[in-house]
C-alpha cells in the first residue's frame, strides 16, 4: 500500500523560510509525478507545485513563484518555501500520480492525483 508522510510544517514569521517533505513508501511503488496542494480555512484546496522529473517538467502556481521551489530526491519530495507570507497559511498536502497522461494542465486537478498524504500545518504571522 502506498503512503504519503509529510512532515516539516510548524509556525513561523512572515519573511522566514520552511521545507515541507514528502516520504513516499510503498513497495514497488514509482511515481509519474508529485505535486503539492494547499487548504486554508474555509477555502478550497489548491494547487502550489507539481514536478514531473522524467522529462524535466516543473510547474508552480503563480502565488508561489520564485519563492518555492519542489525537489525529488531518493523518492522522497520537498517543498522549499521562502519569503513566507500570512497567506501561506493553509494545510500542506503531497500527492503523488503514478502513471502517464497527456492532459493539458493535468497537475492542476487534484483528481489527477492517486495517492495522497494527511497534510501539514503551515502558519505564518505577520
Known amino acids: 500500500q502506498v503512503q504519503l508522510v509529510e512532515s516539516g510544517g510548524g509556525l513561523v514569521q512572515a519573511g522566514d523560510s520552511l521545507r515541507l517533505s514528502c516520504a513516499v513508501s510503498g513497495g514497488s511503488f514509482r511515481s509519474y509525478a508529485m505535486g503539492w496542494f494547499r487548504q486554508a480555512p474555509g477555502k478550497e484546496r489548491e494547487f502550489v507545485a507539481a514536478g514531473r522529473w522524467s522529462s524535466g517538467r516543473i510547474y508552480y502556481a503563480d502565488s508561489v513563484k520564485g519563492r518555492f521551489t519542489i525537489s525529488r530526491d531518493n523518492g522522497s519530495v520537498y517543498l522549499q518555501m521562502n519569503s513566507l507570507k500570512p497567506e501561506d497559511t493553509a494545510v500542506y498536502y503531497c500527492?503523488?500520480?503514478?502513471?502517464?497522461?497527456?492532459?493539458?494542465?493535468?497537475?492542476?486537478?487534484?483528481?489527477?492525483?492517486?495517492?495522497w498524504g494527511q497534510g501539514t500545518q503551515v502558519t505564518v504571522s505577520s
Open positions: 500527492a503523488a500520480r503514478s502513471s502517464f497522461t497527456s492532459a493539458f494542465d493535468w497537475y492542476l486537478r487534484q483528481n489527477n492525483y492517486d495517492y
